[in-house]
C-alpha cells in the first residue's frame, strides 16, 4: 500500500482500514461467541464455524501485514486462494449459501493482494447483507488473457489491458433502485441503522479508480444485483 503522507488521506486511510478490520472482527467475534460454543452444536456445524473463523483470522492477518508494509511485495499469490477465504469468511451470517465458482489452474499476479481483498470483501460484505439469511451469494473468478474481449462500459473506472481478472459478486436479494444508483457510491450513504455504516462501496469506488480496475453494475428491484470487478494483473515483477 501506498500511504499519502497529507494528513487528511491518511485519516481517511485509517478509517477505511479500520472499517473492513471491524467487519473482520465481527465475523470472528460471532462465530466464538460463548453461547454458541456452549451450545449443543453438531460436530459438522462446529468444524464450519471454526473454518470461519480460520478464514476470517487468515484475511485479518493479510491485510493488517499489507497497512503495516510500505515496500512492494516480491511474490505472486494465486486470486483463488483470495475468493475462497472470503467466500469462507461472509458465509458466516448465511451458512450453505455461498457459492464459489474458479478456474482449475490457477491466476497469478505479481502485486500487492490487500486492494483487491479490500474490494471483494467489501463487495461480499454488502452482499450478505442484501441477501440476509434467505438469499444466496455466488462469487466467481474468471481470467481474460488472450481471447478478444468485447468493451464493456463501467459505471467506475475502465476496462483494463490484458490480462485481466473478473471477479463477480451477485446476491439474490432485494436489489438497488434506480433512484438509489447514483448515491450507493457516496461516503456516509447507507439504507443500514448501525454505525459505521456507508464507508464500504464508497472505498470499492476509491480502490478501483485507484488501481486502475473496473466494476460494472447489474440490477433488478426484487431479484438481486450484481457487481463485475474487471481487474488487471502483473503478470511479471
Known sequence: MILNE?????????AEFIHDLNNLL?????????????SNLSREDMRR????????????IDLIASYQSLTDPVHSFD??????????????????????????????????????????????DNARNAAGKAG?????????????????????GYQPDQPF???????????????????IWDRGFTTKRRANSGLGLALVRD????????????TCVGSGTTFRVFWPLRTAW
Open 79 to 124: 486470486l483463488r486462494d483470495l475468493i475462497s477465504r472470503t467466500a469462507k469468511a461472509v458465509s458466516d451470517y448465511i451458512p450453505h449459501r455461498v457459492l464459489v465458482t474458479v478456474p482449475g489452474q490457477p491466476i497469478l499476479t505479481y502485486d500487492d493482494p490487500e486492494p483487491l481483498t479490500r474490494v471483494i470483501l467489501n463487495l461480499s
Open 136 to 156: 444466496q451469494i455466488v462469487l466467481s473468478l474468471a481470467l481474460a488473457s488472450t481471447e478478444p474481449v468485447e468493451e464493456v462500459e463501467m459505471n467506475i
Open 6 to 14: 497529507n494528513r487528511g488521506d491518511r485519516r481517511d486511510t485509517d
Open 49 to 60: 464455524h471454526l473454518s470461519q473463523i480460520h478464514a476470517a483470522s487468515r484475511t485479518t
Open 26 to 38: 465481527a465475523l470472528i467475534s460471532h462465530n466464538s461467541d460463548s453461547e454458541l460454543i456452549h
Open 165 to 183: 481478472a473478473i471477479v463477480t459478486v451477485t446476491d439474490t436479494g432485494h436489489g438497488i433502485p434506480q433512484a438509489m444508483m447514483a448515491q
Open 207 to 218: 480502490l478501483i479508480e485507484r488501481e486502475g480496475a473496473g466494476l460494472t453494475v447489474e
